[in-house]
């Protein structure tokens, strides 16, 4: 099925959008009344994920992730996921998948990988979303479990499995550390991309683009603290995955006019707009493209022109970046909404 989209709906990618922090709290309930797991201090009074600040969301993070415990439990998350996003006008998206989350829940990576391609394939045959993975490993595992899982990826190749990443907690373990595991994941072909200049500042983005071979960083906005890192990414055309909702509710920012995406975006780096984990930081995709457009006045083109930026990054094959690009190019050729 072919998307169509109102010539009013910017058709949005994402490149960064953790599967785990992408569920309903009310997914997640459901589970864990099914697998009979506790969520006990998980939740808010109002339902909403309870944490105060980022150790604390990571905790809970990994505690929620705990009730995905067979393929069809991710495949109904994944296919949520993107039909959720594919309403909202996106075209494409690549899940950030953690086979470390999917082992601490019983599961194989065949099997985490196999459900989540489920989903993609039901969210794809019901909206024409594209969509693929990025394998992390998670920094504060430590070397030798990042290695672990560029090995798995490398040694079980999955079509839709097209790029390799890093997240968790960037104060923990210097890139170098993180070398080998990227290393491998380059021969094996997959697109590379790291968390950096998040909750560290610049020098943790230098840091990863010295020692990572990254085209992409995951975050990368407190590069704005060193004119040479921002001078840097603009002259090597690396992408920021920029997740400005995640930044506010992690208190890196006091509010978005406050936030550095635009400043950047005008330094002339090439940005994308992200959730990172939307219903734990009160975000959608489709509310950063449009707090982003009202906060700094951009205009449908400008909006346009994230979603490229984002498709010109992309891990995915020329002929999805094709059509994903002739996507776009129809919509910005539409003639504007009569209402
Ligand atoms: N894992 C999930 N969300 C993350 C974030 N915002 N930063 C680092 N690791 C994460
Ligand atoms: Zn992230």
New binding site residues.
């Given amino acids: 099925m072919t998307q169509t989209l109102t010539a009013a709906l910017v058709p949005k990618a994402e490149l960064h959008v ?1 599967i ?2 992408a569920a309903p709290p009310d997914l997640v309930r459901e589970l864990a009344d099914q697998h009979g797991v506790d969520v006990s201090g998980l939740f808010a009074e109002d339902g909403s994920y309870a944490w105060t600040d ?1 150790a604390q ?2 905790a809970v ?1 990994d505690r929620a992730s705990r009730v995905f415990r067979t393929p069809q439990d991710y495949a109904r998350l994944a296919e949520t996921y993107l039909r959720s996003i594919a309403s909202d006008g996106a075209i494409y998206a690549e899940l ?1 998948i ?1 086979p470390d989350h999917a082992a601490a829940s019983g599961l194989s990576y065949a099997d985490y990988v196999g459900g989540l391609a489920e989903g993609i394939a039901r969210a794809r045959a019901a909206t024409g979303i594209e969509a693929r993975m990025i394998a ?1 490993g ?2 504060h595992f430590g070397a030798r479990a990042v290695e672990q899982v560029a090995r798995q990826v490398a040694a079980y190749p999955h079509p839709l499995v097209t790029g390799f990443g890093l ?4 104060t923990e373990g210097h890139p170098a550390n993180f070398a080998r595991a990227f290393r491998m994941a380059a021969e094996a072909g997959l697109g590379l991309t790291a ?1 950096a200049g ?2 560290a500042g610049a020098e943790s983005v230098t840091a990863a683009l010295d020692f990572l071979q990254v085209s992409r960083i ?2 990368g906005v407190r590069a704005i603290e060193d004119t040479a890192v921002v001078e840097r990414i603009v002259r090597d055309g690396i992408v920021l995955e920029v ?1 400005p909702g ?1 930044n506010l509710a ?1 208190g890196i920012y006091g509010a978005l006019r406050f936030h550095p995406v635009n400043l950047l975006r005008r330094a002339g780096c090439r940005i994308t707009l992200n959730s ?2 939307p219903p ?1 930081f009160g975000t959608s995709l489709a509310q950063e493209y449009e707090a982003c457009a009202r906060t700094f006045g951009w205009d449908r083109a400008q909006s346009l022109e994230i979603t490229r930026t984002a498709i010109a990054a992309a891990f995915c094959d020329e002929d999805t970046r094709a059509r994903l690009l002739h996507a776009v190019a129809t919509a910005e050729d539409a003639p504007p909404d009569p209402a």
Avoid: I
């Fill in positions: 953790h785990e922090g980022f969301f990571l993070y950030t953690s992390v998670v920094r997240a968790g907690d960037e968390h998040e909750t995951g975050h997740c995640s992690l990172d984990d734990f």
